[in-house]
């Protein structure tokens, strides 16, 4: 494995750029997934820091409020140019980080890029001052406004440095906030990289603060002084961080798991469906939020489905290399591998059987795993419900497509699904009956994902409100609505009885329930 040039000084120049208050702070140690080789150690950010951050936000926010939209989105428009431009640096950063293949963390710069260009292009239309109706005709002059929030704040998971680490704080940012990005250990470099070439590109000083530590310290500091927090991650944690946030009442989005089902219809072309599961069930080794992790096949074609994605997942090529000649690379942390090897024993142990891989890859790395396919999963098993978050998948042949989405809902999460069949529309119509928050058809994950002008995000325990798309960055902004009053009131005047005014206006809510042009 080639190591990318010049890293060890990249590291100790990104630690210095994370935002802490004097004094010395504990230090925690970063480990490459690749190798185990410690990277860098970062300061843990204790409650003063946050606090620190915060109010340092505060008078850049304000005066960042007052820039006009298209200054704003000049920086942003930059941002995107310098990526693109230094794609190489953040693709060995996010691969050192998070031992994904190159191909999986190219992902990241392409899904970042488009989010800057977008909320950068669409921002002004998104927060321009709308005109309302008021309670009558032309007597009331009506404005909603779209009003930042402050200081937003983001905790962020391991496994999208990139995407997840900045791509929310974008909009926020674009929308006329402050951002304070707490991201999780084992991505903070990657988060730091950004938020620097966010600085190079012209954004002003204070406004977006990376503050590196602990969940339980660091993060929930964050939760008890940010105007709204979005978070991306477990479940167990989104409920803490939702029941603080309500306490403050303070708003919050949250980006949780899944156990993302994928469907094969019995007319679905077999080569492109293994092709597309493969895609769906290992990308990022499993590690992300949308990947597949059950699959229900029609009879008809389970067999032929089953055996040519075990020889497909056989081949995938597995290893570390900073280049693009891996599908698929390494787990990224020890509790997850522990995770994945322990579903897979409990899954064994109780019957199912393994038919690819199943096994460690020492040889590769110290956190490197076979991509694995099971059958006879059954209830009871954790693999059967639970989220893995790694590169396992089970295979369940399904008597028709009712069962397949009776199955596919058969659970407390709804985030992604993907339905394949030669019939798009009526994979289009199947997909209406899946309670997810996205449904790709003959797609994996990545089109749902990639269409950013259509809000992204969970059903049912997946989440609450969604990224992407206008509500993607509405919701860092408070509605204000400013009602001028014209010529009279709303009440009874010039001498107007309260009888007479009531007569007066039950006449005019029957003329208007019978003009709709007018109200
Ligand atoms: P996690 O919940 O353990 O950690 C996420 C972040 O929360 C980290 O920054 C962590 O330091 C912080 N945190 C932990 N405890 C906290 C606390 N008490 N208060 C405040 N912050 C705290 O999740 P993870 O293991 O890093 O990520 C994996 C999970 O994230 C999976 O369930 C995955 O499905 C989910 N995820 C969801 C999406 C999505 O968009 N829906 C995207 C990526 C990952």
Redesign the pocket.
């Given at each position: 494995m080639a190591s990318p040039s010049g890293d060890l000084k990249l590291f100790e120049t990104l630690v210095n750029s994370v935002t802490i208050g004097p004094g010395s702070h504990d230090r925690m140690e970063v480990r490459a997934p690749f190798t185990g080789a410690v990277l860098g150690a970062l300061p843990a950010a204790r409650a003063e820091d946050v606090e620190l951050a915060v109010r340092s936000a505060r008078p850049a926010q304000a005066q960042w409020a007052e820039r006009p939209s298209r200054e704003r989105a000049r920086i942003f428009l930059r941002f995107h140019d310098l990526l693109v431009g230094r794609q190489e640096q953040a693709l060995d950063l996010i691969q050192m980080e998070s031992g994904k293949a190159r191909a999986h963390a190219f992902e990241e710069i392409l899904d970042t890029a488009i989010a800057a260009r977008y909320y950068a292009r669409r921002a002004k239309k998104f927060l321009r001052p709308r005109r309302r109706k008021g309670a009558l005709p032309l007597l009331t002059h009506t404005r909603e406004l779209r009003v930042p929030l402050g200081v937003a704040g983001f905790?962020?998971?391991?496994?999208?440095p990139l995407t997840?680490g900045i791509t929310d704080a974008i909009a926020a940012l674009l929308a006329g906030n402050a951002a304070i990005v707490?991201?999780?250990?084992q991505a903070s470099f990657t988060a730091l990289w950004a938020a620097n070439l966010l600085r190079e590109a012209g954004l002003p000083e204070n406004l977006l603060s990376v503050v590196t530590g602990?969940?339980?310290v660091t993060?929930?500091a964050l939760?008890d002084r940010a105007d709204y927090i979005t978070?991306?991650?477990?479940?167990?944690?989104?409920r803490?961080?939702a029941a603080r946030a309500g306490e403050r009442l303070t708003g919050c989005a949250l980006?949780?798991?899944?156990k993302n089902p994928l469907l094969v219809l019995r007319d679905a072309d077999l080569r492109k469906a293994v092709e597309g599961t493969v895609r769906a069930c290992f990308v990022g080794a499993g590690q992300?939020?949308v990947s597949t992790e059950r699959i229900y096949v029609e009879e008809p074609i389970f067999n032929p489905f089953l055996e040519a994605l075990a020889a497909r997942t056989r081949r995938l090529a597995l290893g570390a290399a900073f280049d693009y000649s891996m599908e698929v690379g390494s787990l990224t942390t020890a509790a997850q591998f522990a995770r994945v090897e322990e579903h897979i024993r409990d899954a064994v142990d109780k019957g199912a059987r393994i038919v690819a891989g199943g096994g460690r890859r020492p040889d590769l790395g110290p956190l490197f795993f076979e991509p694995t396919v099971l059958t006879g999963v059954r209830e009871g098993m954790k693999v059967f419900a639970e989220?893995t978050?790694g590169p396992v998948v089970s295979v369940y042949p399904v008597a028709s497509v009712e069962e397949a989405i009776e199955r596919a809902n058969a659970t407390d999460f709804g985030?992604s699904a993907s339905i394949w069949t030669r019939d798009a529309r009526k994979g289009a119509r199947i997909a209406r009956a899946i309670r997810a928050g996205s449904v790709n058809v003959n797609e994996g994950y990545s089109a749902a994902w990639g269409s950013i002008d259509s809000p992204i995000g969970?059903m049912k325990a997946?989440?609450l409100r969604p990224r992407h798309g206008a509500e993607g960055i509405l919701k860092f902004t408070e509605s204000q609505t400013i009602a001028v009053q014209r010529l009279i009131p709303i009440a009874p005047s010039f001498g107007m009885s309260q009888a007479f005014f009531a007569r007066w206006m039950t006449r005019l809510l029957r003329i208007l329930r019978w003009t709709p042009w007018l109200g």
């Amino acid at each position: 494995m080639a190591s990318p040039s010049g890293d060890l000084k990249l590291f100790e120049t990104l630690v210095n750029s994370v935002t802490i208050g004097p004094g010395s702070h504990d230090r925690m140690e970063v480990r490459a997934p690749f190798t185990g080789a410690v990277l860098g150690a970062l300061p843990a950010a204790r409650a003063e820091d946050v606090e620190l951050a915060v109010r340092s936000a505060r008078p850049a926010q304000a005066q960042w409020a007052e820039r006009p939209s298209r200054e704003r989105a000049r920086i942003f428009l930059r941002f995107h140019d310098l990526l693109v431009g230094r794609q190489e640096q953040a693709l060995d950063l996010i691969q050192m980080e998070s031992g994904k293949a190159r191909a999986h963390a190219f992902e990241e710069i392409l899904d970042t890029a488009i989010a800057a260009r977008y909320y950068a292009r669409r921002a002004k239309k998104f927060l321009r001052p709308r005109r309302r109706k008021g309670a009558l005709p032309l007597l009331t002059h009506t404005r909603e406004l779209r009003v930042p929030l402050g200081v937003a704040g983001f905790i962020t998971p391991w496994n999208f440095p990139l995407t997840l680490g900045i791509t929310d704080a974008i909009a926020a940012l674009l929308a006329g906030n402050a951002a304070i990005v707490k991201p999780d250990p084992q991505a903070s470099f990657t988060a730091l990289w950004a938020a620097n070439l966010l600085r190079e590109a012209g954004l002003p000083e204070n406004l977006l603060s990376v503050v590196t530590g602990d969940g339980p310290v660091t993060g929930q500091a964050l939760v008890d002084r940010a105007d709204y927090i979005t978070f991306t991650g477990s479940n167990r944690v989104g409920r803490t961080i939702a029941a603080r946030a309500g306490e403050r009442l303070t708003g919050c989005a949250l980006e949780l798991g899944g156990k993302n089902p994928l469907l094969v219809l019995r007319d679905a072309d077999l080569r492109k469906a293994v092709e597309g599961t493969v895609r769906a069930c290992f990308v990022g080794a499993g590690q992300v939020c949308v990947s597949t992790e059950r699959i229900y096949v029609e009879e008809p074609i389970f067999n032929p489905f089953l055996e040519a994605l075990a020889a497909r997942t056989r081949r995938l090529a597995l290893g570390a290399a900073f280049d693009y000649s891996m599908e698929v690379g390494s787990l990224t942390t020890a509790a997850q591998f522990a995770r994945v090897e322990e579903h897979i024993r409990d899954a064994v142990d109780k019957g199912a059987r393994i038919v690819a891989g199943g096994g460690r890859r020492p040889d590769l790395g110290p956190l490197f795993f076979e991509p694995t396919v099971l059958t006879g999963v059954r209830e009871g098993m954790k693999v059967f419900a639970e989220e893995t978050f790694g590169p396992v998948v089970s295979v369940y042949p399904v008597a028709s497509v009712e069962e397949a989405i009776e199955r596919a809902n058969a659970t407390d999460f709804g985030l992604s699904a993907s339905i394949w069949t030669r019939d798009a529309r009526k994979g289009a119509r199947i997909a209406r009956a899946i309670r997810a928050g996205s449904v790709n058809v003959n797609e994996g994950y990545s089109a749902a994902w990639g269409s950013i002008d259509s809000p992204i995000g969970g059903m049912k325990a997946s989440g609450l409100r969604p990224r992407h798309g206008a509500e993607g960055i509405l919701k860092f902004t408070e509605s204000q609505t400013i009602a001028v009053q014209r010529l009279i009131p709303i009440a009874p005047s010039f001498g107007m009885s309260q009888a007479f005014f009531a007569r007066w206006m039950t006449r005019l809510l029957r003329i208007l329930r019978w003009t709709p042009w007018l109200g």
